[in-house]
C-alpha cells in the first residue's frame, strides 16, 4: 500500500474506526486514541491488504480494531468508570442521556453480542457477510443477535437478573 493510498484510507474510514473504538472501549478518550493509532499502524504495515478492494479494507479495519481493543482490554487493567464520569472528568458536552444509556449498555455486553449487533445495526452488514467477516455460521449470527438484542432490551430496562 503506498502513502498516498493509506491517506485516502484513512480519511475515509477514520470516522468508523474511531466510532467502533469508542464503543469496545467503553468511551475513554486515550485508549480510543491509542486503539485508532494502532489499528491504521497495522493497516500501513499489512501487506496482504489491497487499497483496490474498498469493501476489503473495510472489513479488514472494522475487524482489526475490535481485536485491538479487546487485545488493550486484556493486556492492562483498566478503571471502570462510567461515560457520564468520564465526561465530566474531560470537561467536554455531556451526550445526550439515550445515547449514554445505550453505551453503557453495549459495554456491558459481552464481545461477540456487541460486535455482531454493531455490524448489523450500526453498519448495515447481512447476517451471512458477518459470519463471513468473522468466522462463523450464519445461524450463529442470528442467534447472538437474538440473544444481544434480549440482553440489551433487559439492560436498558434496568433488569439486571434477566441481562445476564
Given at each position: 500500500?503506498?502513502?498516498?493510498?493509506?491517506?485516502?484510507?484513512?480519511?475515509?474510514?477514520?470516522?468508523?474506526?474511531?466510532?467502533?473504538?469508542?464503543?469496545?472501549?467503553?468511551?475513554?478518550?486515550?485508549?480510543?486514541?491509542?486503539?485508532?493509532?494502532?489499528?491504521?499502524?497495522?493497516?500501513?504495515?499489512?501487506?496482504?491488504?489491497?487499497?483496490?478492494?474498498?469493501?476489503?479494507?473495510?472489513?479488514?479495519?472494522?475487524?482489526?480494531?475490535?481485536?485491538?481493543?479487546?487485545?488493550?482490554?486484556?493486556?492492562?487493567?483498566?478503571?471502570v468508570i462510567s461515560l457520564e464520569a468520564h465526561i465530566a472528568e474531560a470537561g467536554e458536552l455531556t451526550?445526550?442521556?439515550?445515547?449514554?444509556?445505550?453505551?453503557?449498555?453495549?459495554?456491558?455486553?459481552?464481545?461477540?453480542?456487541?460486535?455482531?449487533?454493531?455490524?448489523?445495526y450500526y453498519f448495515g452488514y447481512s447476517a451471512a457477510e458477518i459470519s463471513q467477516m468473522l468466522d462463523?455460521?450464519?445461524?450463529?449470527?442470528?442467534?447472538?443477535?437474538?440473544?444481544?438484542?434480549?440482553?440489551?432490551?433487559?439492560?436498558?430496562?434496568?433488569?439486571?437478573?434477566?441481562?445476564?
Amino acid at each position: 500500500m503506498t502513502e498516498k493510498e493509506f491517506i485516502s484510507c484513512y480519511n475515509e474510514y477514520f470516522d468508523m474506526v474511531w466510532r467502533i473504538c469508542f464503543v469496545e472501549l467503553s468511551g475513554r478518550r486515550q485508549d480510543v486514541e491509542d486503539a485508532v493509532s494502532d489499528t491504521f499502524l497495522k493497516l500501513y504495515k499489512s501487506c496482504s491488504v489491497s487499497s483496490e478492494d474498498s469493501e476489503h479494507i473495510k472489513a479488514w479495519l472494522i475487524v482489526t480494531a475490535q481485536n485491538t481493543c479487546r487485545s488493550q482490554l486484556r493486556l492492562a487493567y483498566r478503571r471502570v468508570i462510567s461515560l457520564e464520569a468520564h465526561i465530566a472528568e474531560a470537561g467536554e458536552l455531556t451526550a445526550p442521556e439515550q445515547t449514554s444509556e445505550l453505551a453503557q449498555a453495549l459495554s456491558q455486553m459481552g464481545d461477540n453480542e456487541r460486535g455482531v449487533m454493531t455490524l448489523y445495526y450500526y453498519f448495515g452488514y447481512s447476517a451471512a457477510e458477518i459470519s463471513q467477516m468473522l468466522d462463523m455460521k450464519e445461524g450463529t449470527v442470528y442467534s447472538t443477535l437474538s440473544r444481544g438484542r434480549k440482553r440489551l432490551s433487559a439492560l436498558l430496562k434496568g433488569d439486571e437478573d434477566d441481562a445476564g
